[in-house]
T-cell receptor, first 114, second 112 residues
Framework: KAGVTQTPRYLIKTRGQQVTLSCSPI?????VSWYQQTPGQGLQFLFE???????NKGNFPGRFSGRQFSNSRSEMNVSTLELGDSALYLC?????????????FGEGSRLTVL | AQSVTQLGSHVSVSEGALVLLRCNYS??????LFWYVQYPNQGLQLLLK??????LVKGINGFEAEFKKSETSFHLTKPSAHMSDAAEYFC??????????FGTGTSLTVIP
């Protein structure tokens, strides 16, 4: 069974640009969550999508957005990039349950903003 | 509001020694608690989870954690450290659903 796949793995952008990251969840998983990982801050929840709808959202500015497609694949977009957006962006998929289930993480997309 | 505190951003132990990684949480309801491990350049992998069954939870690779409600703690232990245990460890809490709150992580170094 294939794991969570994130693309691209590495990318470099300059301030003011925008970026789109992609995530393909494990087959059968309908929930996709996104996290930002930075040194010292740990992992911070961005948002969760289920059945193409945003179900939960973390405390990030509106420059951070996402969407989910009918095949459960998800994308997140960051517009008007700032230096502080440099981070590892992790996608996680899970079975959609009301109880907390296991999150399965991809290897992440490492974004560097110059 | 939920939060997770991991005491000690860096922990060093000798190979064969006890591993103890500390995690305290705050939650307004009985939480679900997790420990994840992250190896360099990889995503996170679940070590173990507490979901209100037994308070002592056994995970993979010989790790276990004990839920102590009175102390709001969920410390991770392993009796004997191995070189392959060197990694970053994250404690996480959820009140249900798939929104997790993670601690800032503890980097474990194992000294030969």
């Amino acid at each position: 069974k294939a794991g969570v796949t994130q693309t691209p793995r590495y990318l470099i952008k300059t301030r003011g640009q925008q970026v789109t990251l992609s995530c393909s969840p494990i087959s059968g998983h309908r929930s996709v969550s996104w996290y930002q990982q930075t040194p010292g801050q740990g992992l911070q929840f961005l948002f969760e999508y289920f059945s193409e709808t945003q179900r939960n959202k973390g405390n990030f500015p509106g420059r951070f957005s996402g969407r989910q497609f009918s095949n459960s694949r998800s994308e997140m977009n960051v517009s008007t990039l700032e230096l502080g957006d440099s981070a590892l962006y992790l996608c996680a998929s899970s079975l959609a349950t009301m109880t907390a289930g296991e999150l399965f993480f991809g290897e992440g997309s490492r974004l560097t903003v110059l | 509001a939920q939060s997770v505190t991991q005491l000690g951003s860096h922990v060093s132990v000798s190979e064969g020694a006890l591993v103890l990684l500390r995690c305290n949480y705050s939650s307004s309801v009985p939480p679900y608690l997790f420990w994840y491990v992250q190896y360099p350049n990889q995503g996170l992998q679940l070590l173990l989870k507490y979901t209100s069954a037994a308070t002592l939870v056994k995970g993979i690779n010989g790790f276990e954690a004990e839920f102590k409600k009175s102390e709001t703690s969920f410390h991770l232990t392993k009796p004997s450290a191995h070189m392959s245990d060197a990694a970053e460890y994250f404690c996480a809490v959820s009140e249900g659903g798939n929104q997790f709150y993670f601690g800032t992580g503890t980097s474990l170094t194992v000294i030969p």
